[in-house]
C-alpha cells in the first residue's frame, strides 16, 4: 500500500459514470467541454471527496494474452468514450452532493447530459469493493496527458457474482504484484438503479443490461509490453469460467477536479488554463487569496495542481 493509495481508500462511496456521446457529435468537441466546462461545475458542488474523469479511446482488443471464451474487442458501435469517478466519503457526502446546488441551477449542470449523451450508465460502489491496491505513479492528483499508459479495464460477469467478484479481485491483486505495474484500482460494481437515477434528476439513458459492466480496473503500467504478463496461462480456464468479457479503452489522459474534498485548480479554472499558467510557470496564479477572491469560499485549500 502506498500513500496515494490510502488517500484515495478514505472514501467509501463511489459513483462511477460511463457512455458515450450522441453520434452527431464531434468527439473533438464534446472532449474539451466536458474537461473544461461541464467538470469545474461538478467539482464545486458539496459532498465530494475525489473526482477524476477519463478520455477514453477505442478499446485495444490486443493489450492481453487472448484466453478462449473472453471477448476482448467488444463492438465498435458500443465502445465508452468517457468515464467519470466520484467519489463520496460515505452516504451523508454523497445526499450533500444529491442536493448541491438547488434545483434550479442543478437543471443547468444536467443539462449537458442531454445536449451530450446517447447511452450512459452510473454504477455505485460501496465501500471496500472499491480499493486502490498500488499506486506508485508519483502523480498525485494526475492532471494532463498520461505519463506512462493507462488502460480502464471493464468487466462483464459469466454466472456467480461471488465467483465473478473473487475472481476479479484475485486478478487484481495479482497485477499490483507484477513488476512494471504501477497503478491498481478495483471496483466491484453494484447493479445499476434507474429509480435511484430518476428521483436524483438525471436524464435516464442507461444502457441495456447486456452492454453493462459489473466491474472495472483502473490500471497503469510503466509501457505496453508489461500487460502481456497479466492474464497468465495458468489463471486463464478459471478467468473465463467467471468473466464473459475484459475490455481495456486506452485513456489518454486523466484529470482530476476534486482532491480531498476541495476543487483543484483544475476544478476551479479548467484545464485549459491550468496548462497556461503551468506553461508559463506563473505560480501566483495559484495564489490562494487570489483564487478565494475569483471563486469565493469553495476555492480554500482548492489549489492542486
Known amino acids: 500500500m502506498s500513500v496515494l493509495a490510502d488517500i484515495e481508500n478514505e472514501a467509501g462511496l463511489a459513483r462511477v459514470t460511463c457512455g458515450w456521446r450522441l453520434p452527431h457529435l464531434s468527439l473533438d468537441f464534446v472532449r474539451p467541454y466536458w474537461r473544461d466546462a461541464h467538470s469545474p461545475a461538478i467539482a464545486r458542488r458539496d459532498g465530494i471527496y475525489e473526482y477524476r474523469h477519463y478520455p477514453l479511446d477505442p478499446i485495444r482488443g490486443d493489450l492481453f494474452t487472448p484466453v478462449s471464451g473472453i471477448d476482448f474487442a467488444g463492438r465498435p458501435g458500443e465502445q465508452l468514450q468517457w468515464l467519470s469517478d466520484v467519489r463520496y466519503a460515505d452516504e451523508a457526502g454523497m445526499n450533500a452532493f444529491g442536493a448541491d446546488p438547488d434545483p434550479t441551477v442543478r437543471a443547468q449542470i444536467l443539462a449537458d447530459i442531454e445536449m451530450i449523451v446517447d447511452k450512459s450508465t452510473t454504477y455505485k460502489v460501496i465501500g471496500a469493493n472499491a480499493r486502490t491496491l498500488v499506486d506508485t505513479t508519483g502523480d498525485a492528483p494526475p492532471l494532463g496527458p498520461a505519463r506512462t499508459p493507462i488502460f480502464q479495464v471493464f468487466f462483464r460477469q459469466r454466472g456467480d457474482e461471488a465467483a465473478f ?3 476479479v479481485s484475485a486478478l487484481a491483486e495479482l497485477w499490483a504484484a507484477t513488476e ?84 483543484t485548480l483544475a476544478g476551479l479554472r479548467g484545464y485549459a488554463a491550468c496548462e497556461a499558467i503551468r506553461n508559463m510557470g506563473a505560480e501566483h496564479q495559484k495564489d490562494p487569496g487570489l483564487l478565494e477572491w475569483m471563486y469565493g469560499p469553495v476555492a480554500q485549500g482548492g489549489t492542486a495542481a
Do not use: C
Not at 434528476?201 to 466491474?215: C, D, F, I, N, R
Open 180 to 263: 512494471g505495474v504501477l497503478r491498481v484500482r478495483r471496483s466491484l460494481f453494484e447493479t445499476p438503479d434507474m429509480e435511484a437515477e430518476r428521483a436524483a434528476g438525471y436524464p435516464v439513458k442507461t444502457h441495456p443490461l447486456e452492454m453493462q459492466y459489473q466491474a472495472w480496473i483502473d490500471l497503469v503500467v510503466a509501457d505496453e509490453p508489461v500487460a502481456r504478463r497479466l492474464i497468465p496461462p495458468a489463471i486463464a480456464p478459471r478467468l473465463a469460467q467467471d468473466v464473459s468479457a475484459i475490455h481495456a479503452y486506452p485513456a489518454p489522459a486523466a484529470y482530476t477536479f476534486n482532491y480531498r474534498g476541495k476543487p
Open 165 to 167: 467478484r473473487e475472481s
